[in-house]
Every structure is written in C-alpha cells, then in structure tokens.
C-alpha cells in the first residue's frame, strides 16, 4: 500500500523559517496536502498542491512538489510560538487519504 | 457551522466490554472514515464510506464494525475491547477522495 514518511521531530527558533519534509510512495495521486494538529484537537487542512504543480505559496507557507523523487515539503517563514504543533502530510488514494507519521514542530522562544 | 461531531469525547472501558463511537457531519459529504492515532504512528484508517449503505475496510479494521445507514452519520463499534484498542479516534469527512474535514477526535481508553 501506500508509504508516506516524515521525521518524526523539528525544532526552530522564533522567527527562522521552518522546513518539513515528506516522500510518498504513489505517483498517481492528484493531490498532496499538509495538515496541522494542535494539542488536544483534530487535524486541519493547511494547504495542498495539485500533482500539475511545482510550488504553491501561500502567505507565509511555501509548498514545494518534486514529482521525480516524490517528494514534498512544506516551508513556513518567520516560524512562530503558535506555529507550535504536528504537521502531517497526506497523499490522495482512490477512495481515502493516507497520511504520515506527523512532524511535531516546537518552536523555542 | 457544526462541520463533523464526534461522540463521546472521552471513554474508559474495561476489556471485554463494547461501546459505539458516533460521526455526524452536516456537509453532506459523500466520504466518511474513521482513523486512529497513536503516538509514533500517524494516523491509520479503520474503516470508511463512499456513500449511504456503503462500508469498507481501511489499514487496520480488526476489531471494530461500522454502519452507515444515514449519509449524515457513521458509526464506528468495538463488540469486545482489548488494550491494544487504546487510542485516539478521528472521524473525518469528505465530498470525495481528497480535502478531508476532522472531528475533534474521541479519547479511548480500555483497562
């Protein structure tokens, strides 16, 4: 079945940028996404990027697509305190989404 | 906007025992599934639903039935807890396989 991967861990300072990375095993799927869970809540669509594109911005996130190596990751810039959280990414299956593992980002003061 | 309603929030069973987990989602959304997450393992899919009367299995569905009988609603059952079944439960929602919608998740726990 489907494989998608994270680090399990990041931490960043307040105000540098944050990058967490994904790869994904199934190169049909339409669309990639990054969800965001905070402590103690479900999770929340944060973006996603069409499997056409390369890059999608969005304020401070920047989505970066490699199709080649399956490949995605999400950049947010000027990280802050309340950006505190576990991110996951997702791939789009035939009928359900599989998502990774999450990224848990603590940002220190 | 109610978006997707998980009942209870928060559950102590003893092994052996049962209970039902309630979805309700006022989207009118076609998909409906129910993950678990555990911490290390992301979330994982139980079961899910491409519409009313419909049910299949997802990654991990030993253990646990579901029922969709209302579009609206999708019900997730465990007939005999066990403490591997220990976990937290989201339901999600979506018009079709891609932007899903959460619940706020149901807090389980089997002594």
């Known amino acids: 079945g489907e494989d998608v991967e994270q680090s399990l861990f990041l931490s960043v300072r307040e105000g540098d940028s944050s990058v967490i990375n994904c790869t994904y095993t199934?190169?049909?799927?339409?669309?990639l996404y990054w969800y965001k869970q905070e402590p103690g809540a479900g999770l929340q669509l944060l973006t996603y990027?069409?499997?056409?594109?390369d890059m999608k911005q969005d304020q401070r996130l920047t989505v970066l697509l490699n199709k080649k190596d399956k490949h995605l990751s999400l950049r947010i810039a000027d990280t802050q305190t309340g950006d505190s959280a576990i991110y996951f990414c997702?791939?789009?299956?035939?009928?359900?989404?599989?998502f990774g593992t999450g990224t848990r980002l603590t940002v220190i003061p | 906007n109610a978006g997707v309603t998980q009942t209870p929030k928060f559950r102590v069973l003893k092994t052996g025992q049962s209970m039902t987990l309630l979805c309700a989602q006022d989207?009118?959304?076609?998909?409906m599934y129910w993950y678990r997450q555990d911490p290390g393992m992301g979330l994982r899919l139980i079961h899910y639903?491409?519409?009313?009367?419909?049910?299949a299995k997802g990654e991990v569905p030993d253990g646990y039935n579901v029922s969709r009988l209302k579009k609206q609603n999708f019900l997730l059952g465990l007939e005999s807890a066990a403490p591997s079944q220990t976990s937290v439960y989201f339901c999600?929602?979506?018009?079709?396989?891609?932007?899903?919608?959460f619940g706020q998740g149901t807090r389980l726990t089997v002594v």
């Open positions: 639903s491409v519409g009313e009367g419909t049910t």
């Open positions: 989207m009118n959304h076609e998909y």
């Open positions: 997702a791939e789009s299956g035939a009928n359900n989404l599989f």
């Open positions: 990027i069409f499997s056409n594109m």
């Open positions: 199934d190169s049909s799927s339409t669309y």
């Open positions: 999600a929602s979506s018009a079709g396989p891609y932007e899903a919608f």
